[in-house]
């Protein structure tokens, strides 16, 4: 995705412009620009400048998009078509599952499998040779 640098013009929107309340973006990527102008307004990115391509996944920014902005998943899943997950919750709840595991009980021996013997049943498959008898049993 490319990157930008550009000037953001705060409250645009809402017709409270200040030039004192610009703000200068630096490399940011193309779907930050989209989403700029989404919250201020179309006309409050300023002075936009092609700076390069990100590496990033486009994912990964959409994820830092949501972690910047917060207020605007919605938006952002909205504009650029995605769903984001908080994974945070998770991340809690697993925080711990490696506490009591040490190098003791840790072993490079595969888990033995078991083999499981299933009961065999002999059953008759009934052997259709008309379309009347196959309605007839169903």
Same mark, same amino acid.
């Given at each position: 995705m490319k990157t930008y640098s550009c000037r953001v013009? *705060? @409250?645009m929107n809402i017709g409270t412009i200040n030039p004192h309340h610009? %703000? /200068? =973006? %630096?490399? %940011? &990527?193309?779907a930050e620009i989209v989403l700029l102008r989404a919250i201020h307004g179309k006309d409050a990115v300023l002075d $936009? =400048?092609? +700076? @390069? %391509?990100?590496? *990033? &996944?486009?994912?990964?920014?959409?994820? +830092? *998009?949501?972690e910047t902005y917060p207020k605007y998943v919605k938006m952002i899943e909205s504009l650029f078509n995605v769903k984001l997950l908080d994974l945070s919750s998770d991340l809690d709840r697993m925080a711990g599952l490696d506490e009591g595991l040490d190098e003791e009980h840790v072993s490079d021996e595969?888990? &033995?499998?078991? /083999? $499981?013997h299933l009961p /065999? =049943?002999?059953?008759e498959i009934p052997s259709f040779t008309k379309q009347s008898e196959r309605t007839a049993i169903s």
């Open positions: 013009a *705060l @409250g610009e %703000v /200068t =973006k %630096v490399n %940011v &990527p193309r $936009l =400048k092609e +700076t @390069g %391509v990100s590496s *990033l &996944p486009d994912s990964q920014i959409y994820a +830092t *998009l949501a595969p888990v &033995p499998r078991e /083999t $499981l /065999t =049943k002999n059953v």
